[in-house]
């Protein structure tokens, strides 16, 4: 495996797994560690190399429930609900 799959592949496991204890943190720390988690993944992917897609490609939709409900938090948190 190239070394930037296997930097993504960890970010990615760091992301789900703060995803999975970020009810037992406080808002401020879930903040940051989201900060700091998804600028890393998203650095991580823009290493990867260019490849060429197949135009016949399937697009499946993503079931973005937790990440839509995080987006929830952060509108009620910029309109001083926190």
């Given at each position: 495996m190239s070394e930037e799959i296997e930097?993504?592949?960890a970010v990615a496991r760091e992301f789900c797994a703060l995803?999975?204890?970020a009810t037992q943190l406080e808002l401020g720390e879930l903040?940051?560690?989201l900060l700091h988690v998804?600028?890393?993944?998203?650095?991580?992917?823009a290493?990867?190399?260019?490849l060429d897609v197949d135009a016949d490609v399937e697009h499946v939709p993503l079931k973005l429930d937790l990440l839509v409900a995080l987006s929830d938090l952060r509108a009620i948190h910029w309109q001083g609900g926190w």
């Open positions: 930097r993504f592949t995803l999975e204890t903040r940051t560690r998804l600028s890393a993944l998203h650095l991580a992917g290493r990867f190399p260019k």
